[in-house]
């Protein structure tokens, strides 16, 4: 494989986690809207790995209330789950 096919597929690569780290970020977003909490500072990262590719989701900087928000959302989804395999 030459440099320039395996820098194209890197490329083609990038892009598709890229496109699913938005997708990600975006569902997320969504979800904690539901319950009126927003990550107003999250964001993707536009610089991959460099030895991995792997695009990374910045999920910024919030308020303790706000994490406590998350926190408090996350372990009622994880009682929903466990009351539901019972």
Do not use: W, Y
Not at 1 to 17: C, K, Q, Y
Not at 36 to 58: E, K, N, R, W, Y
């Amino acid at each position: 494989m030459t440099e320039s096919n395996h820098a194209s597929r890197l490329s083609r690569i990038v892009a598709h986690r890229h496109a699913e780290a938005t997708t990600a970020l975006e569902e997320l977003k969504v979800v904690l809207a539901l319950d009126g909490i927003t990550l107003p500072s999250a964001c993707v990262d536009h610089q991959p790995g460099v030895f991995t590719g792997d695009v990374l989701i910045d999920l910024g900087r919030v308020t303790s209330e706000t994490a406590d928000k998350i926190t408090d959302l996350l372990q009622d989804g994880l009682n929903s789950r466990r009351r539901s395999t019972i």
